[in-house]
Structures are given as C-alpha cells and as structure tokens.
C-alpha cells in the first residue's frame, strides 16, 4: 500500500511584537493558493489568541490550524515584559520541538515544509532532520537584516576598546553592501554594543549565521527599495524573496476596518495634506518629558494632529494643552492606521520608524518624521532620512518643541520629500502588480511550498 504523500506545513512564530501577523498573512496567501494542504500555526497561546481571536472565521482559511507551545514563563509571574521575552528564550527550542511532535508524533512524516520567523533559527535543523525545505521569514527590512548577518564582519572590523568603541559612534559601516550611509551609532543592540539581554542578542547571532542553510529568506519589502542589499543577498542566501508591501498583498481580515474613535470622520473634516499623525506602535512611548515637548511644539505650530496616545499617558501632556487644542487637535487611544495614513488629509506621520510603520508610511506615500527607540528602528530611520530622502529624524534623537517644530515645517515646506515617498510608491505598487518582482517571487515561494 502506498504511503501517503506529505501534507503538512509546519509554520513557527515569534509569538511578541507584531511579529505573527505579518507570518500569518503570508501564510493565508499561501493557504488560499493550496487548500489541499494543512498549514500547522505554533505559537504560544497568548499570542495566538491574539492573533486567531480578533479574526472572523471568514478571515482564517479552513486550513490553517492554530497550535499552542508553551511559552516557559512560570505560572503566576508578573514581572517585566523582557523577563517574560527571557524565559521564552531560554526555553523556546526544546518547547518547538515539544509542541509539534505532541501534533504529529510518530507522523512526522507527513511534513513537507517548515516556515518560520528568523529568529527561531533553530527550524533548520528540524527541517534538516526531515529532509524537508525550510522558508525563513524576516519581519522587518533588508537593512537591519544584513547587519545581523554582517554581524562578526562588523565586529571584526570595528575597534573596541575597555571603554567602548575606539573612534567616533558616527563611523559608517561603508564596508558592507547597500549600508554606506549606516554609521555604527544606528546598529541594533547586540551587534556590536548595548545588548538588549544576552539571550536575545545570542539568538540573533544565531539566526544571521543560520540564514544561509534556509532554503529560501523571504520578507515583507520590495525589490526596487534596497536593490544593492538585496543584490547581496542574492549571493549569500539560497533564494531571496521580497514578497511585499504586505499591505497591498493580503487578504485585508474585516475587523482592521474597525474605527472606534471615529479617526477617519475627523480625518474628513480637515484641509488635505495638512494633519500630522502621530502614533509610537503598540510597545514603545516617549518619556513624560519629551512627550510635554511633543505636545508643545505641535500646539506652538499651529499644525492639525492626529494622535494614538494610551489614555495612561494623557495625562503627562501639559496642563490645559487637551483643551487649547481642542479645535485641531484629536487624541485618541487606537487607530487604524493603514486607513489613517491613507487619508488624503494626512501631510506627515511622525513615527518610532517600526518597519511596519514605515512600509504602511511609503505606501500611502506620506514623509516621515522619525524618533527611534531600539532594535531597527534607529537603522530604519536612517534609511528613511539619509538613504530613501523620505523623511527626516528628530534632532539628537530627542524631542523638543523647538526641533519638533522645525521638524514639521520642514517636512510642509520640502515637496521633494513627498515626490520622492510618492515615488518610491509607485515601484511599490508595481512590485505587487502582475508582472512585479514581489508577484514573481510569491510564485516562486508557492513552488517551494507546495510543489509535490
């Protein structure tokens, strides 16, 4: 009797940040095109609520079957989010491994492929084990993934001494591909300085060194944004595949058109390209004092704004500033930011540079101002200001009200900026139209994944 053909595929996700819906909109993509396969989702189970249980079941292909591992952080544990993060680490491969073979135990067999985050670098040696392909995918930009995978190379070539770096932090990393503006003060932690954690900064270096052995790199971006970076990876890597902006590649779930605050109303009632939006993402905030300053150099400039702030943090804008404001000013806790950004109202989107923030910034073709926080976002930034010309950074990494103002009249005043981002636009809509390099590189995904 002849055995059954392998049916499976095994998808693991980074379960913090917004790490697992960018890989589960890839992985609906991939469902779509091949419903006689099983797409197996693990990912601990508060991510997965997360991400399964604000979806309508119309939204999640029938073939996609969320899994939950464990995510080692002891029962009754309320410290740092980080600590949790640590814990997760520590533990992490052995519970992978767990967790699958709890799902399929002696039917190993029956899987055909692994897709997994980056940074669960240790899938290539569970696809290894199989004989099976194994599909990396990178959640943020070609940038910040080369200096991961540059990391020895940079470690290597940059002195340090007993007191840190030996010369200036503004040296460029000219040394590696498509980065000759990067300079060594917008590295990530953990590359050569400033480890977030150990655990996370060994993970990292794991995954760049493991890159290689996947049999296909793939990630939310477009060929025609970083054509040098990616022209080296074509060299390192055994494919890589672009397959954005996702933005305008996946299946839309119903609920991302929610507006509970009313944004988009408001959004109506005021002169196009003329609102500056302001949102930090869903981890990071500006401390009380440059908040304070935030709010008083929009409020000096007259500008219109947009703002998702948490309503804890309201309450360390300036006294009496909510009411001053009240006639161009609207803050609210959530948006929805895709739509927000798509608003013809929109002139400016002042942002943590996040590489989600950033690609939904350049579809809707609006320039950015930039205020980093940690791990990409200060390379991306740098991108955005120095290399694309899109945007610029806030002055010394800091706001103030004088910098945020000459940041926004800056921004009003330069339409070079908004030519270039509209610009960059246009490649990215071609990328994803049908004879676009992200289409090709899709086509070339699904054969991998789904090819008998």
Known sequence: MASKKPNHVVVMAFPFGTHAIPLLNL?????????????????????????????????????????????????????????EINFFLKSMVENYRNGI?????????????????????????????????LVSFWTAGPCSLSTNFYTDLIRQSITLGPN???????????????LSLIRIKDLQEGVLYGCLDPEFSLMMHKMGSTLPQATAVTMNSFAELDLPILEDFKCKFQKCLTL??????????????????????????????????????????PPPDELAALAEGLEESGVPFLWSLKDHSVGQ???????????????????????????????????????N??????????????????????????????????GTRIKDGVFTKDGTM????????????????????GLAKHAVGPKGSSTKNFSTLAEIVCKD
């Open 244 to 285: 954005g902006p996702f933005t305008l590649t996946s299946h839309n779930p119903s609920h991302v058109h929610d507006d509970p605050n009313g944004c988009l109303a408001w959004l109506d009632k005021q002169n196009p390209t003329s609102v500056a939006y302001i949102s930090f993402g869903t981890v990071t905030t």
């Open 101 to 133: 073979h709890s799902v399929y135990g002696d039917e190993m067999k029956m899987i055909k492929c692994f897709i997994c985050d980056s940074f669960l670098y240790f899938g290539s040696d569970m696809a290894d084990e199989l004989g099976v392909p």
């Open 357 to 390: 923030s950033v690609i939904e910034s350049i579809m809707a073709g609006v320039p950015m101002i930039c205020r980093p926080f940690f791990g990409d976002q200060r390379i991306n930034c740098r991108m955005v200001s120095d290399v694309w010309g899109i």
């Open 406 to 425: 000459e940041c926004l009249d800056m921004i009003f005043s330069e339409e070079k900026l908004r030519e270039k981002v509209g610009a960059l636009r």
């Open 164 to 178: 840190g770096i030996q010369g200036s932090e503004e040296e460029l990393i000219d040394f590696i591909p498509g």
């Open 317 to 355: 804008l300036p006294i009496g500033f909510l009411e001053r404001t009240r006639k161009r000013g609207y803050i609210v806790p959530w948006t929805p930011q895709q739509q927000v950004l798509g608003h013809n109202a929109v002139g400016v989107f002042v942002t943590h540079g996040g590489w």
């Open 27 to 83: 992985v609906r993509r991939l469902a779509i095109q091949a419903p006689t396969l099983t797409f197996s989702f693990f990912s601990a189970s508060k991510s997965n609520q997360s991400v399964f249980g604000t979806s309508s079941p119309n939204d999640i292909p029938s073939n996609i079957k969320p899994y939950d591992v464990d995510d080692g952080v002891p029962k009754d544990f309320t410290g740092h989010p980080m600590a």
